[in-house]
């Protein structure tokens, strides 16, 4: 493990930035943080008071699907499946939105398939097989 000094070591600041990069912290920032949790401890009224967080403002159910799409959208890696897929369907569903009759259209085949396909594994030798090797 590689350990980089910055002008931030020796406080808490340089502590937190050799964990974020996953290196090993230093002699000054593992010094700086034991008297700062050593001052912490017999002087509590010195520790600085955290500051008020801010008020949150609510929103409206609509403003939160949209919140939740750009943050989804955002984070994707992939392209989107167009409509009329499953993975379509499945992004309506999760949005709360009805989906649309292609997705729709698209869910009912993927689910047929796939009763289908556990239909085949369940009952590898259906009888007309039987019979048909026979």
């Known amino acids: 493990m590689i350990t980089t000094y910055r002008d931030e070591c020796g406080t808490h600041e340089g502590l937190r930035l050799h964990q974020d ?17 050593l001052m912490a401890k017999l002087f509590p009224e010195m520790v600085p008071a955290r500051p008020a967080p801010a008020p949150l403002v609510p929103i409206t159910p609509e403003q939160a699907a949209e919140n939740l799409r750009a943050l989804n959208d955002a984070m994707r890696t992939t392209p989107l499946q167009e409509c009329g897929s499953h993975a379509a369907f499945m992004r309506h569903y999760e949005y709360g939105e009805k989906p649309c009759p292609e ?5 009912r ?6 009763r289908i396909a556990h239909i085949k594994l369940a009952n590898p030798a ?9």
């Not at 259906?126 to 026979?134: D, F, I, V, Y």
């Open 103 to 107: 997705c729709a259209t698209a869910e």
């Open 109 to 114: 085949e993927y689910r047929r398939n796939l």
């Open 21 to 37: 990069h996953n290196e090993r912290p230093c002699g000054r920032c593992v010094e700086g943080e034991s008297q700062r949790l």
């Open 126 to 134: 259906s009888p007309s097989r039987r019979n048909a090797a026979a």
